[in-house]
Nanobody, 121 residues
């Protein structure tokens, strides 16, 4: 299984970025997908997730209303649209896959390499 994340970069506070994660080596349409992030010195935390059965979405309270997760099963890709970015959003963002969605990073076996998001104030 390979998960290739992209789309990170440097953005000013209040700006937007769109992350993408292309998956291969798995039947994408039957996997829940999630984004986690990890800031320096902090644990990896759940950001957003989407189920495969009905594309139900879940968000961390800190990003609710600002971030949107979506998936395109035809392209084996999951997206994270991030709006109204804040300096506190600065982190490496990782995509991950699992049959059933979990909010706990240790439940996941497959991880992408991460893409760095830096939000300047």
């Amino acid at each position: 299984v390979q998960l290739q994340a992209s789309g990170g970069g440097l953005v000013q506070a209040g700006g937007s970025l769109r992350l993408s994660c292309a998956a291969s080596g798995l039947t994408f349409s039957t996997y829940a997908m999630a984004w986690f992030r990890q800031a320096p010195g902090k644990e990896r935390e759940f950001v957003a997730g989407i189920t495969w059965t009905d594309s139900r979405t879940y968000y961390a309270n800190s990003v609710k209303g600002r971030f949107t997760i979506s998936r395109d099963n035809a392209k084996n890709t999951v997206y994270l649209q991030m709006n109204s970015l804040e300096p506190e959003d600065t982190a490496n963002y990782y995509c991950t896959a699992r049959k059933s969605l979990s909010f706990t990073n240790t439940d996941y076996d497959y991880w992408g390499q991460g893409t760095l998001v830096t939000v300047s104030s």
